[in-house]
């Protein structure tokens, strides 16, 4: 009977949190309670680390493809990092042939998707226990859905610029 009543008790808190963050226009796809209740959280932080000044310059240090910063990029088609966070969908890619075949990347888009793959249990098993971590992987992706590419700038100087930016 206890133990029911603890994996029900955990269920509701699960699904509540989970409504929660609908209701804050975040989209989280996964099958796996533990992976999206994570990545809402990720996700979450991140919005409201982007709405800090310092945080927000790290849009004035990169540009798209096309030479435009992607400051610009937002400002032409979202009212806020928060709002184009919030626009973006993320996904289980753990069947993904990036997800199968790397086992140093825990997410990954193309520059201009709005969809952020999630290689689902090695975020939980790199982030779960670093929220900060995540937030930076969550603003990195954005970065690249807003349409920074990569090589350059490598992967690791665009989280050192954010890190340094949004912490």
């Not at 709002?83 to 993904?96: C, H, K, N, R």
């Not at 779960?128 to 995540?134: D, F, G, L, R």
Request: charged share 20%; hydrophobic share 40%.
């Amino acid at each position: 009977m206890w133990r029911h009543t603890v994996v029900t008790s955990m269920l509701v808190a699960a699904q509540l949190h989970g409504v929660a963050a609908a209701e804050r226009g975040v989209k989280c796809r996964f099958s796996n309670i533990t992976t999206r209740i994570h990545m809402e959280r990720a996700v979450e932080g991140a919005m409201l680390r982007l709405r800090d000044a310092n945080c927000q310059q790290v849009l004035q240090d990169f540009s798209d493809r096309d030479g435009v910063l992607l400051q610009g990029v937002l400002d032409r088609d979202w009212e806020s990092a928060a709002d184009f966070i919030a626009a973006l969908t993320f996904v289980d890619g753990s069947q993904t042939r990036q997800c199968q075949s790397r086992q140093d990347i825990a997410a990954f888009t193309a520059p201009g998707l709005h969809t952020i793959f999630i290689c689902g249990d090695r975020f939980v098993q790199n982030y779960s226990n670093q929220p900060k971590a995540a937030e930076m992987l969550v603003i990195h992706e954005a970065l690249h859905a807003l349409g920074l590419g990569e090589n350059p700038p490598s992967s690791r100087e665009i989280t050192a610029r954010v890190t340094r930016r949004c912490t």
